[in-house]
């Protein structure tokens, strides 16, 4: 008998696989040569229980590992298990209503900082008027440029 691979996907999307034909990739005559042997080496008397045996081991085999897959299922996808990872330093807070991020003064610029930033005008700023018209009239106006001064 011929295998025949048939591949494809489900409605879920899922990929599958199926080969018809065959068992354990094995073909009929093949299989058919192993269960001779078998008979001839065991004997008709002692085939039935070797076929017990074997059964028995395959479902305790098969019992064995959809319990170890079950538990590797539980731990994987239980969401009040999961253990906190261990840091080592505490995780910031979130600021409070009103309080500025951590790393921000109050003011909201670092101390010194305002010495080194120019203010935004149209001369060191390209397309601030620009941008400034197609904010509209709800924009703020474009702060007006004090020269510094020592």
Do not use: C, W
């Not at 078998?38 to 045996?53: E, M, S, T």
């Not at 505490?90 to 500025?100: C, N, Q, V």
């Amino acid at each position: 008998m011929p295998v025949r691979v048939t591949e494809g996907t489900d409605p879920t999307g899922a990929l599958y696989r199926v080969i018809e034909g065959a068992m354990f990739g094995l073909g009929m005559g093949e299989i058919v040569i192993i269960l001779v042997l078998a008979l001839i080496l065991l004997g008709p008397k002692k085939l039935p229980d070797a076929a017990k045996q074997l059964g028995k081991g395959l479902r305790e085999f098969r019992k064995a590992t959809d319990d170890l897959k079950s538990q590797f299922e539980t731990e994987l996808y239980s969401s009040d298990n999961r253990h906190v990872k261990p840091t080592l330093v505490d995780p910031p807070r979130p600021p409070a209503d009103g309080e500025p991020p951590p790393g921000v003064p109050p003011a909201g610029i670092p101390i010194g900082a305002m010495a080194d930033v120019p203010l935004a005008t149209a001369d060191n700023v390209p397309g601030l008027e620009a941008a400034l018209a197609e904010a509209g009239p709800a924009a703020a106006p474009a702060p007006e440029a004090s020269p510094k001064g020592s």
